[in-house]
């Protein structure tokens, strides 16, 4: 199954529940909005090299589209279709003024020199600068790109539309420096981290002393790795790609992201983080999932967890940082298994709703304190826990299709404000 169609099945499971009209459902089946681009950059070796890359807005019915950009070897016109479905319910569930849209480009950019990354940014900008402004779609960081790279965005945009005053609001997770906000960074791991901790409240439990697994060690998984620490859970895994540490009595996870950053992968500090947790042993990305811990942190990709080793996870509590990264099926068998699965479109919204707070500091010229930031993020994220936990309670549902449920209803209500019948009737300009 494609990831498109589990987007496609996890909006038809909730809108069944919810029963959603039928025209929201054909509004919500496909993207509003769909761009592929082709072009080119000159690599440092003189060589012309063609690049493809895509914009997709799903839904504006909400307010501008708005999403990530990754850069990955992986994207194609299904994963950004996706992922920007995914991004319209998100939107939804945090109650902030957006719609969904997520682009990408196919390319390895860890072999792209730093001039290289540079023009294969600008020239993917000026490619989907039709589509894309502050009021209409707002791009922002994803899977490996960063705040340099939305600076790059906003600069290319400005050269395009000189006169535009509010050009810095055309992309958020811009670096500080160039308009970006306090908090941004680690906004999606403290999202998350709130979200467990309003959940942990229902259950009279708490995070101290909880044994924590973190799959990805970007830059999601190392905040989440460090708050969770600071609230005192024990880190006792983490993995990126290449391997990864795992340590019974726990580590310091800090540590392994300061060697992670020096040496390029988290499996490599074995060494480097000793003397802060005893008998530690390599880990791969896979096992790590079979870990037993009270919490697994899914924080790397796509279609991690799946029906081929769901039956294996022996975590309490699942929580995604990541985007989609357990199949529709595998969430089947957590749910039966009793595992509590904090999903995507809630535990990692904090990135966005940020970026949406960025995005309003620009537009209306302030600079907010980190404090600031911290304060409406968490009341954020808590609010929407409860919205989606008072779904999930009045539907008998687990807290994913709740999140569904919630975020459809509330964009059936725009799509009804839209269409208020009469009010916007269509009449011809030139009846024959
Ligand atoms: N890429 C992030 C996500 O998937 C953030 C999107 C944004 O800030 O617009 O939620």
Not at 172 to 198: C, F, I, P, Q
Not at 199 to 210: A, D, P, R, V, Y
Not at 321 to 337: D, M, Q, S, V, Y
Request: hydrophobic share 40%; charged share 30%; aromatic share 6%.
């Amino acid at each position: 199954m494609s990831l498109y169609e589990n987007t496609q099945k996890l909006i038809v499971r909730a809108a069944d529940t919810m029963d959603l009209m039928p025209e929201v459902r054909v509004v919500m089946n496909e993207p509003e909005r769909i761009l592929t681009v082709d072009f080119h950059i000159h690599r440092d070796n003189g060589k012309i090299e063609m690049f493809r890359g895509f914009r997709v807005q799903h839904n504006t019915l909400r307010g501008p589209a708005k999403g990530g950009i990754r850069f990955h070897p992986q994207v194609d016109m299904g994963e950004v279709k996706a992922l920007a479905g995914w991004m319209s319910i998100k939107c939804a569930v945090a109650d902030i003024p957006y719609g969904g849209g997520k682009g990408g480009i196919e390319v390895d950019s860890a072999k792209l020199s730093g001039c290289e990354l540079e023009q294969l940014t600008r020239e993917f900008t000026r490619a989907i600068a039709p589509i894309i402004g502050p009021r209409r779609d707002v791009p922002a960081p994803d899977v490996r790109t960063n705040g340099q790279i939305m600076d790059w965005i906003a600069d290319e945009y400005h050269k395009i539309h000189p006169k535009e005053d509010d050009y810095l609001a055309v992309v958020t997770g811009k670096t500080l420096e160039n308009g970006g906000s306090l908090g941004r960074d680690s906004a999606t791991a403290a999202g998350g981290v709130h979200v467990l901790e309003a959940f942990l409240e229902t259950k009279k439990e708490q995070l101290k002393g909880m044994r924590v697994a973190i799959q990805g060690f970007g830059n999601a998984g190392h905040h989440a790795a460090r708050i969770l620490q600071e609230k005192g859970a024990k880190i006792i895994a983490v993995t990126d790609s290449k391997g990864g540490i795992f340590a019974e009595d726990g580590f310091d996870p800090i540590k392994a992201h300061n060697c992670k950053l020096k040496k390029g992968g988290v499996g490599e500090c074995l060494l480097e983080s000793e003397g802060s947790g005893k008998d530690q042993k390599e880990i791969s990305n896979d096992d790590i999932l079979a870990l037993e811990c009270d919490i697994l942190v899914l924080a790397a990709l796509e279609n991690q967890v799946t029906i081929e080793n769901a039956e294996n996870i022996r975590a309490k509590i699942v929580v995604e940082l990541a985007n989609g990264p357990t199949t529709p099926e595998a969430h089947e068998i957590l749910e039966k298994r009793m595992i509590t699965v904090l999903p995507d479109v809630l535990a990692n919204a904090g990135g966005v709703t940020v970026s949406y707070y960025e995005w309003e500091q620009n537009l209306r010229h302030e600079k907010w304190t980190e404090e600031q930031v911290a304060e409406k993020l968490e009341k954020s994220q808590k609010k929407a826990f409860e919205d989606v936990a008072k779904i999930a309670e009045e539907f008998k549902t687990d807290f994913r299709n709740a999140s569904y449920v919630l975020a459809l209803r509330r964009i059936e209500h725009a799509f009804l404000e839209k269409h208020s019948a009469a009010a916007h009737g269509f009449s011809c300009s030139n009846p024959i």
